[in-house]
């Protein structure tokens, strides 16, 4: 076993602090990667605060890692100590199902093993990146290019995929209008994507103290929400709504400003079950849609993306001690637009 070091919740009720735990030994298809940066995502507000079912404590939480490979296995064929490498979501799953097949192993019909809060297929917790190191399967650890700044890569491992992979399949592009919901850690890279792809991208938001931000990230219109006139407007207008607000909301508004057979897609993830009249659906032939992160295949299609075209998240790096209040200032909305931990303060 390998001696590692973390911040962990040991209950729902309690702070993140620091704890010593193993990491598994590196089998032949594995590789040891030693972090340099994670991502702090709402999903580890959730988690550790039990907010959408019980957890697995102690819990390391932490899917956007980046640093380097310390060791591989002795089968391991597309990596070599000293390579950059990256995680996200998920370290595991069977490979064998219809969904792993298709490059879709975060949907896994078999086992799939989250990155943490989950039992790895030796039946052992999954420990998460906010710790020094981590072992995961060569097929769950992705490149990452030299020409990117390894910090503001690390959110792109969630908030990156989980609005790219949507904008790709539902080939948001040249000619589409796409409005996106919140200007947050997803919202600020769907702006990014959605620009790269050469959409006209519009945010809608609540906040009209964001709309300089909004244009400064790529974006050409801005929409406040809370102005009804504004709102009116904008109705019938978007070929495409990508919405990341995670608090409980009614979508209804943003289904009106929908183009006939336009796409309403969820990657916010809010707790509160949607309620969508069955007519508004019906008239203008509308779609809503879900997203959930995306498969490693696709992931690493992202990461080369973003290489080629200078594309990395906007972060505030922190030292991980203040862990406790940069979850804070997320839920205030308070970070542009990721909090990302510098694991040489751990």
């Known amino acids: 076993m390998i001696p590692s070091k973390g911040y962990a919740a040991q209950g729902p009720e309690t702070n993140l602090a620091p704890w010593n735990f193993e990491r598994r030994d ?36 932490g899917h956007e ?12 064929k597309n990596f070599k100590p000293g390579d950059l490498a990256a995680v996200g979501v998920m370290v595991d799953s069977c490979l064998d199902c219809e969904d792993c097949h298709n ?10 093993v989250l990155t943490y809060n989950n039992l790895d297929h030796d039946g052992k917790p999954a420990y998460g990146g906010y710790s020094n190191l981590i072992v995961v399967p060569e097929h769950f650890a992705l490149h990452v290019s030299e020409k990117l700044d390894l ?3 690390a959110p792109l491992l969630c908030a990156g995929i989980t609005t790219y992979s949507p904008l790709k ?20 890279m769907a702006v990014k994507f959605g620009v790269a792809f050469g959409a006209e991208v519009t945010v809608l938001s609540t906040s009209p103290n964001k709309e300089e ?6 974006a050409h219109h801005f929409v406040v929400t809370k102005d009804e006139a504004q709102m009116e407007a904008a109705k019938r207008s978007f070929n495409f709504v990508i919405d990341t607000v995670a608090a409980d909301h009614d979508i209804n508004p943003y289904l009106a400003t929908l183009k006939t057979n336009g796409v309403y897609i969820n990657v916010g993830m809010p707790l509160k079950p949607f309620e969508i009249p069955s007519f508004t659906l019906a008239t203008g032939n509308k779609v809503v849609a879900g997203s959930g992160a995306g498969g490693i295949q696709e992931t690493q299609e992202m990461l080369d993306f973003c290489a080629e075209n200078n594309i990395v998240s906007d972060i505030e790096l922190i030292d991980i001690k203040t862990i406790s209040t940069a979850f804070d200032r997320m839920l205030k909305g308070d970070v542009l637009y990721r909090f990302v931990i510098d694991m040489a303060t751990l």
């Open 26 to 61: 590196v089998g032949p298809h594995d590789v040891l990667i030693e972090i340099a940066y994670c991502g702090v995502c709402h999903t580890d507000v959730h988690l550790t605060r039990n907010e959408w079912f019980p957890g697995i404590f102690p819990m390391v939480p």
């Open 65 to 76: 890692i980046t640093g380097r490979i310390k060791a591989v296995g002795n089968h391991v």
């Open 103 to 112: 490059h879709q192993e975060h949907f896994c019909q078999v086992s799939p």
């Open 151 to 153: 910090a503001a890569v």
């Open 169 to 188: 399949r539902w080939k948001v592009g040249k000619g589409d209008k796409l409005a996106v919901v919140g200007l947050g850690g997803l919202g600020h």
């Open 213 to 218: 931000a909004a244009k400064k990230l790529g």
